[in-house]
């Protein structure tokens, strides 16, 4: 039986971006280079470029995809929660948020005029 820790560890770590777009466009090279994850349970902190985010959240691994809910403390998205979609796949982490009050995503693109937001990121060695 799976617990809620053992649920919110399974993303833990470090985590550097390797891919991302938003709203259809792919994330400027610098923003890609210079984007940094780190998760500790259900607390994450967000390096984008120069834009830093920080929150909590909180996963379903019984929904399928699997389903993520961020809500920021700090950041152009604070005190909003966003709904999203994950997977986990060896050392990759795939997320994908819709915007503000948007529906779920369904799946792991986006598209202009969506607001959605999809990152990939790799886990860094400890």
Partial sequence: ???VLEET????GNWTMI???ADGQDLAEDV???S?????NDRHTVTLGDELLKG???LDT?????????????GPFAGQTLAGIFKVE??????????????????FTTKSGTGKLCHVWKRQES
Avoid: W, Y
């Fill in 1 to 3: 039986m799976s617990t």
């Fill in 9 to 12: 560890t399974m993303i833990d």
């Fill in 19 to 21: 891919e991302g777009e």
């Fill in 32 to 34: 890609l280079n210079n």
């Fill in 36 to 40: 940094k994850l780190a998760i500790a």
């Fill in 56 to 58: 909590t959240h909180a």
């Fill in 62 to 74: 019984t929904a399928s995809p699997l389903q993520i809910d961020a809500t920021d403390e700090v």
């Fill in 90 to 107: 060896g050392d990759l982490f795939s997320v994908c948020f819709a915007g503000p009050g948007e529906e779920r995503p369904t799946e």
